[in-house]
């Protein structure tokens, strides 16, 4: 099936080709473990599962490249400037840079295995990719691409290559005027970037190494295009990451990887748009106040119904977070739960294969489409009302769509068909009792508020076509 994506570097929706028939290789910038991985970064690791899924759907060979950024970012990465983001977080802690990259690099999987993402094909550190930082450094220095800074660190020479900033069609200066106002006068151009840092004479740093230019440690970007072309070769698919990316770090890592590679390095480029907290700007670790997955568990919801409510925007539009969104969520998602719980009881009927492969076909049609993945979610929506489509069918799709979207909706129906089957306590019962006899006396008002006290009990009263069941509330 054609598989069109938006394509960052020609801003335009392209058909997507391989560069091996059958085979995707893509590269997704991780996250920089020096604090909890907030929804904004897990909206955009969310994005990546989706094109995972989407490509394996389409019967792909995927391999996917996801770094650990736990060195060298740094808190003004656009001019190369401030603290180290992980020395910053641990001075923060009062622990050492290996311990908290460590305790939110495990924090992060445990975030990434609730949401249900795929795991990466390789999951690599910055920090064990030093020695290839180094080499990569030392090609573009032989190429005449580099200058150093004295006590501060060898820098890229962004007016040697003549392409910088093709991402964002080379309009760098509305972009990054930040630059230009913070210009650290030392700098050849504006954009110049450290690709080698030194460590400072007075600080002791607890992550440095050798190099040939210093004791120090690699610039940010450098680590990216290190890491790629080692694990995925000169040339692959796609590489993926935050919006935010493409002005600078993309624009750096491609600066560092076509002079050696040749161009194109990447052929297709994808940026996420943004999640947006309740002021309506983006979420972000360095404002200090963000929602993480911690919030979400602990007011309750399941991760699927974040999952569910990143799944309802598209990747190209921001997308702004409230627990009132979230509420509205939980309801839609447990109303499928309750539909998928239902269907497991009807084992009666086979599957009807044309219309399975016909719906089938149009989910990963839609998802082929530019990741539309609210397009997919209508699409269940439909066949699970359908009064023409047997039970049989509908939990087989409901099945697939948990391959396509990682939804996890027959798990939680399967779950909560145990729930329901947990035998209500006598008190429950006896209302339950007093609540039939309450309609069929047609006391409405005694019903409902009956109802209410089962309720608040932590129980339900649903109503079948032979009486009543109550079931464990969810
Ligand atoms: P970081 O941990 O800051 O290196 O970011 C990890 C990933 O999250 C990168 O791809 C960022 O572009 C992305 N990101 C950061 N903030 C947001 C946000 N508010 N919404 C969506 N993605 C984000
Ligand atoms: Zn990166």
């Known amino acids: 099936m054609a598989i069109r994506l938006f394509n960052t570097m020609t801003r335009k929706l392209e058909e997507f080709k391989p560069l091996v028939e059958g085979k995707v290789g893509f590269y997704s910038c991780g996250p920089t473990v020096y ?14 599962d989706f094109l995972k899924r989407m490509f ?23 001019n190369d400037s401030g603290e180290d983001k992980m020395e910053k977080g641990a001075a923060r802690d009062n622990k050492s840079v ?15 295995n609730d949401l249900n993402m795929l795991p990466p094909t390789v999951m690599p550190h910055a920090t064990d990719y030093i020695k290839e930082q180094i080499e990569l450094v030392q090609k573009l220095e032989e190429m005449g691409y580099t200058y150093e800074i004295p006590n501060d660190g060898i820098y890229y020479d962004t007016s040697k290559f003549v392409n910088y900033g093709a991402l964002t069609g080379g309009s760098l200066s509305g972009n990054r005027a930040g630059a230009r106002v913070d210009f650290n006068d030392e700098k050849r151009n504006p954009y110049d970037f450290a690709l080698w840092k030194f460590s400072p004479k007075d600080v002791k740093r607890q992550m440095e190494w050798d ?4 004791v120090g440690f690699p610039g940010w970007h450098a680590e990216c295009s290190a890491m790629s072309m080692k694990l995925l070769g000169n040339h692959f698919d796609i590489h993926t990451g935050g919006e935010d990316l493409s002005r600078v770090h993309h624009a750096n ?49 399941d991760p699927m119904v974040y999952r569910y409510f990143v799944a309802m925007g598209h990747y190209q539009s921001q997308l702004a977070f409230s627990w009132e969104t979230m509420d509205a969520t939980a309801k839609s998602y447990a109303n499928l739960v309750r539909r998928v719980a239902d269907l497991l009881s009807a084992k009666d009927e086979t599957v009807d294969t044309d219309v399975y492969n016909k719906w089938r076909n149009d989910m990963i049609a839609a998802m082929s489409d530019n990741l539309k993945t609210a397009s997919v979610l209508v699409l269940v929506q439909d066949f699970a009302k359908s009064d023409e489509i047997n039970n049989a069918t509908k939990l087989a799709l409901m099945n697939f769509v948990d391959e396509l979207l990682g939804l996890q909706f027959v798990d939680r129906a399967k779950k909560l068909v145990l729930l329901e089957q947990e035998a ?23 019903a409902d508020s009956l109802r209410a006290q089962i309720d608040a009990a932590g129980w339900t009263i649903l109503d079948t076509k032979d009486g009543y069941k109550i079931v464990k509330k969810v």
């Open 98 to 112: 290996w311990e908290i990259a460590q305790f939110y690099k495990n924090e992060f999987l445990r975030d990434y």
């Open 35 to 48: 604090h909890y991985t907030h929804l904004g970064n897990l909206r955009t690791f969310l994005h990546n």
């Open 424 to 446: 209500a306590p006598d008190e429950i019962v006896a209302l339950a009792q007093q609540r039939a006899e309450a309609k069929t006396n047609k006391d409405w008002g005694m």
């Open 253 to 301: 890592e491609i600066a560092q990887s076509e002079p050696i590679t040749g161009a194109p390095w990447v052929n297709l480029w994808l940026h996420y748009s943004f999640l947006l907290d309740k002021s309506g700007e983006k979420m972000a670790k360095s404002k200090g106040e963000f929602l993480g997955m911690d919030a979400v568990r602990t007011r309750g919801y």
């Open 211 to 214: 190099s040939p230019w210093g």
């Open 56 to 78: 394996l759907a389409n019967g792909y060979d995927v391999r996917h490249v996801m770094n650990i950024t736990d060195v060298g970012h740094l808190t003004n990465d656009e």
